[in-house]
């Protein structure tokens, strides 16, 4: 048998909205930004909070999602990737890594849940891009989904955060954001960028100057030295 | 939008070789049986020891996976199920279950990868029918998937085992073909039929045999009292 004999087609059941606008940035894994939120909107016709009845006093879940920006293109064999946390100049299997460039474009995502309200599911600690959709919403099982034994060498924990600091100027503007958006807009530019965005191999030249979308503002920063970012504004896009 | 509005297909980048030949009594997790075996057969094009390069020393899989014996009847919307966990005869949402029958029929669950010969991934803890197509194969990350603080109320610990017990005879045959088939197959018929795979709301009549099978062989057994299984025979199918 080959891969091609068997195929399966899916539709979403929901979408995700969420405060990441653009792959840039986004934290590659979910909890490292728990100011990272957004909300899961039900799709018809499983828009009905009778689907998620039962989910009340459940902390996590587990999202299986498309990667709808990293479709593979027809006839495209990928079978090793460079993943980011090997400084994104190394190859290794497609299937050793959670790359979003994948036979099957499917991600899977722990995120929090917050809250519900109707067939709303709002969430935090995502990595999840703006308009993501969403196939599957199962519960997270601590007895049987926290391996604490479990061993990755190649991810044996959460990457050394880097320090990031802003402008007084751009903390005003992010404090002001943040009473406007009533989300926490400081903690959530600080948590994504102690991820540093940029490829691992680039060495940051100081004069430039970096942006990334998150809610409606763009932020933008610069590498004063190789390990320290520094937020120079937080501008309405 | 909804949810008919976008459509995406997959092909399984492999295909599950399971201890397991039937759903009735695969245990309702992963890891309740460590003796249930299998291997996972990449399929072409993607049956390259290459894809795999990288997972060495990781020491547990997530496997996403199509209930292909759970397939969505065509227009058939289900919003409730009844989870075994909740003795079968209760409805919850089914986005708070990990039931089989969900809108898109995808299956998620955590495996022990054991080694790796060639394209073949052999694991072990499986909760997997034989034959279930594999549409993603990623690594376990424990800094991100091993949450110690999440909470669910409706699954909060492992179920309790019942006692399993085998008449002599059904014994020597277990030992037998566990020699004949190199695999632990005392320890797999125990650690399965202690999930006792029977519907929690049926109260087991005393005459009444049970029987499923595993591998090559049928395991037959009865329940002496409600709390209690006797393994009566085990044999070759």
Known sequence: MTSATLSYQFQPVGLVHSCFKEKFAIPRQPALAPAARGHIELLPPYDSAEALQGLEGVSHLWLTFIFHQAMPKPNELRLKVRPPRLGGNKKV??????????????????????????????????????????????????????????????APESPQPIMVTFLDSALQQANDHQQRLKQPIVALIEQTLAQDPKPAYQTPDPQRIYGVKIWDLEVKWQYPCADQIQVISVSRL
């Open 93 to 154: 299997g497609v299937f050793s890594t959670r790359s979003t460039h994948r036979p099957n474009p499917i991600g899977l995502s722990v995120v929090k849940l917050d809250r519900i309200e109707g067939s709303i599911l709002y969430i935090s600690g995502i990595d999840l891009l703006d308009q993501t959709p969403v196939l599957d919403i199962k519960p997270y099982i601590p007895y049987s989904d926290a391996i604490h034994q479990a061993e990755n060498p190649m």
